[in-house]
């Protein structure tokens, strides 16, 4: 069984920055990718960031290109998500996920909670 679980969330004003940070626990996967998601009410779940194992793949989804910063240490199982000029487009819960094909399949089936990201104007 694997555990992630989120956390930095919170409320921050237009134009500042926030961490998030997703611990795994339990029985993890070795050489696993990572990503984060964000998802609004009446609005599909977009990814936002995603890396690889060794961190050489990284995929950004457009509108956060040059804001969010993703990043991981495999020692400590965590992958962090900095994120920076923030938006209120950004208001969302984001999510943690990985995938154990590292990857190959993309196929993210392991999830966090969420944590909530409102960002004011």
């Known amino acids: 069984q694997v555990q992630l679980v989120e956390s930095g969330g919170g409320l921050v004003q237009a134009g500042g920055s926030l961490r998030l940070s997703c611990a795994a626990s339990g029985r993890t996967f070795s050489n696993y990718a990572a990503a984060w998601f964000r998802q609004t009410p009446g609005k599909e779940r977009e990814l936002v960031a995603a890396i690889s194992w060794s961190g050489s793949n990284r995929r950004y989804a457009d509108s956060v290109q040059g804001r969010f910063t993703i990043a991981r240490d495999n020692a400590k199982n965590t992958v962090d998500h900095q994120m920076s000029s923030l938006k209120s487009d950004d208001t969302a819960v984001y999510y943690c996920?990985?995938?154990?094909?590292?990857?190959?399949?993309?196929?993210?089936?392991?999830w966090g909670q969420g944590t909530q990201v409102t960002v004011s104007s």
């Open positions: 996920a990985i995938e154990k094909t590292d990857w190959v399949r993309m196929e993210y089936e392991y």
